[in-house]
């Protein structure tokens, strides 16, 4: 398992970030079986691989930080299976920061709406007109009407982690230039 070789390499941990999975489009019509294989894909490790950090955890007072998606808050259509996983991981994010509290282990997720990464970058490739694609989303965007960077991910997991965040627990915190809870049509 990659927690013994994490272990093993590292001696202890402090931080799980749960981040993979991908919108699959698995929608109402694909069935139970490619529903379940979507729950597989994007929520199902997330549980475990916090039952296996859990212990590692516990021992150092870490924290976990789950990656969700602003999917399981506003729907986008065609993707119940990535929608249902989200809503799950927003419902572990609270659910673990409650069980774990006894060990001093923090929980948190960081919510990204639309957020430029090599996937999204493929992704938007698919269009004919990618160029016209992503500007109709990013005119949707808030703040500055731009595609949240990577870096702005990556700098909101680091402070989470760190003992500058050392009292926030059970949070939904978004990255997302507004685009959840503005009015994107100001």
Excluded at 82 to 104: F, I, S
Aim: aromatic residues 8%.
């Amino acid at each position: 398992l990659i927690i013994d070789k994490t272990l093993e390499h590292f001696g202890k941990i402090d931080v799980l970030v749960n981040n993979a999975g991908g919108n699959d489009t698995v929608d109402l019509d694909a069935g139970p079986e490619a529903f379940m294989g979507s729950l597989k894909s994007n929520l199902i490790h997330y549980y475990a691989m916090a039952h296996y950090a859990k212990a590692a955890l516990i021992e150092s007072k870490g924290n976990i930080i789950n990656i969700g998606s602003k999917v399981c808050n506003l729907g986008q259509g065609k993707t119940s299976g990535y929608a249902a996983a989200k809503g799950g991981v927003q419902g572990l994010t609270r659910e673990w920061a409650v069980d774990l509290l006894e060990h001093e282990i923090r929980v948190n997720e960081i919510i990204p709406a639309e957020a430029w990464t090599t996937s999204y970058e493929r992704w938007i490739n698919t269009f004919p007109n990618p160029k016209e694609r992503l500007e109709e989303i990013t005119k949707n965007i808030p703040l500055g009407r731009r595609m949240t960077t990577s870096e702005e991910l990556a700098d909101m997991v680091v402070f989470i982690a760190s003992d500058r965040a050392s009292h926030i627990t059970g949070q939904h915190l978004y990255v997302d230039g507004g685009y959840t809870h503005l009015d994107r049509n100001a």
